[in-house]
C-alpha cells in the first residue's frame, strides 16, 4: 500500500491553551493534501529516531490544510518540546499519512468523552455528527479550564450537548451520568489519558464503544517463544528469537518496513496476516479486530503456534 509522504510547511503555529500549541500545515507549492475523515491522525518526523502522531483536528473539508495541537510534555521523550521549542512558522517538516484507526461509524446516535488533548480526534467527529443530523453529546474533562484547547471552538454547540468541565472546578468526570442510560443505537467515543480510557471501558459494552490510546495499555504478558515468519512477497523465511520483536528480526533480514511508536498505539507497522494466528498485544485495533487475525502491529504482537505468514 502507498503512503502518502512529503514536505510539509508551518503556516501558522498559536496557543490553543496552555501548553498546546495549534499548528497549521500547507504544501509549499500549494497543491492539495490528501482527503481524511475523523479520528485520523498523520506522522510527523522531526528528526532522526523522532517521530510522533498527531490527530488532524482541523476540517476535513479543507484539502489545502491539515492542523494537529500538540501538549507540551515536560517528561515526555523529547517530540513535543521539539516541536513547542523548534518548529517555527516557515519551517518544513516531513509528515506521512493520514491513517485512520479511530473512524467514526455511522450511528443514530453518539456520546463522545475527551480528556484534555484527547479533544483533537473528536473535534472532527462533532461537525460530522453534526452534518449527519445525528444526536450527540461531548463531555469534556481537563485539569484546569485553561488547559482545555479548543473550548472556544466548542462554543458555538452551545451548553446544551457539550459540557465542559474542569477538574479543578467540578472534579473527576462524572461518567456515570455519560454512561449508565445509553440508548439503544448509541456509539461512544473515548480519547484521553489511560485511567480515563480504562473507567470508561469498565462502563460501556465493548460494541459500543471505539477509544483511542497515547500510550499503550497495560496489559498481562504472556510468554514469549522462539516462532517463524515467512514474508509472501520476499519469499524468506524469518526466525523470531523469544527476546526479539517481529519488526526487528524483519529489519535484521534487510526487509523495510515502516513503523514509529514500537509500543502497538501508533497502527504505521499494520501488516497484513496470510496465514497464522497472531498474538495481538497492540492498544490499536479492536476486540472484532484483533479476534479475525486478519492483520496485526509486528512491533509488538506475537505468534500463537510455530508460524506465521506476513503480507511482506
Same mark, same amino acid.
Given at each position: ?7 510539509? =510547511? ?25 482527503? &481524511? ?7 510527523? @518526523? ?19 490544510? &491539515?492542523?494537529? !495541537? ?12 521539539? @516541536? ?8 518544513? =517538516?516531513? =509528515? ?12 443514530? %446516535? ?6 484534555g488533548i484527547g479533544i483533537t ?5 462533532? !461537525? ?7 444526536? &450527540? ?5 481537563? %485539569? ?17 450537548? =457539550?459540557? @465542559? ?47 483511542? %490510546? ?28 523469544a527476546d526479539v520483536s517481529v ?45 479475525s487475525g486478519e492483520t496485526m ?9 510455530? %508460524? ?5
Amino acid at each position: 500500500m502507498t503512503v502518502y509522504e512529503t514536505e510539509l =510547511v508551518v503556516a501558522t503555529r498559536k496557543l490553543a491553551a496552555d501548553g498546546v500549541l495549534a499548528l497549521t500545515l500547507r504544501h509549499p507549492l500549494g497543491e492539495e493534501l490528501p482527503a &481524511w475523515e475523523p479520528g485520523a491522525h498523520i506522522d510527523v @518526523v522531526l528528526g532522526p529516531e523522532l517521530e510522533r502522531q498527531y490527530s488532524l483536528c482541523g476540517d476535513p473539508a479543507d484539502r489545502s490544510a &491539515w492542523r494537529i !495541537a500538540v501538549l507540551r510534555e515536560p517528561d515526555g521523550r523529547g517530540g513535543s518540546a521539539h @516541536v513547542h521549542e523548534q518548529l517555527g512558522q516557515g519551517d518544513k =517538516v516531513r =509528515v506521512r499519512g493520514p491513517r485512520n484507526h479511530f473512524a467514526l461509524r455511522p450511528a443514530p %446516535r453518539y456520546r463522545f468523552i475527551a480528556g484534555g488533548i484527547g479533544i483533537t480526534p473528536i473535534l472532527p467527529m462533532l !461537525a460530522a455528527a453534526e452534518a449527519a443530523g445525528a444526536e &450527540w453529546s461531548l463531555l469534556y474533562g481537563g %485539569r484546569s479550564r485553561n488547559s482545555m484547547a479548543f473550548t472556544e471552538e466548542l462554543s458555538r454547540y452551545g451548553g446544551e450537548r =457539550v459540557t @465542559v468541565a474542569p477538574q479543578d472546578e467540578t472534579g473527576l468526570l462524572d461518567l456515570a451520568s455519560a454512561l449508565d442510560d445509553v440508548p439503544e443505537g448509541t456509539l461512544v467515543y473515548c480519547c484521553g489519558p489511560g485511567p480515563l480510557l480504562d473507567a470508561v471501558e469498565a462502563r460501556c459494552p465493548a460494541g459500543l464503544l471505539q477509544v483511542e %490510546r497515547f500510550a499503550p495499555k497495560e496489559r498481562e504478558g504472556g510468554e514469549n517463544t522462539e516462532f517463524e515468519v515467512e514474508l509472501a512477497q520476499s519469499g524468506r523465511t524469518v526466525s523470531v528469537p523469544a527476546d526479539v520483536s517481529v519488526l526487528d528480526a524483519v529489519r535484521a533480514a534487510g526487509v523495510e518496513v515502516l513503523f514509529s511508536c514500537t509500543e502497538g498505539t501508533c497502527g504505521t507497522c499494520e501488516t497484513d496476516v496470510l496465514d497464522g494466528t497472531p498474538d495481538h498485544r497492540d492498544s490499536v485495533l479492536t476486540a472484532e479486530e484483533q479476534e479475525s487475525g486478519e492483520t496485526m502491529m509486528i512491533c509488538v504482537s506475537r505468534c500463537r503456534g510455530k %508460524r506465521l505468514v506476513l503480507d511482506l
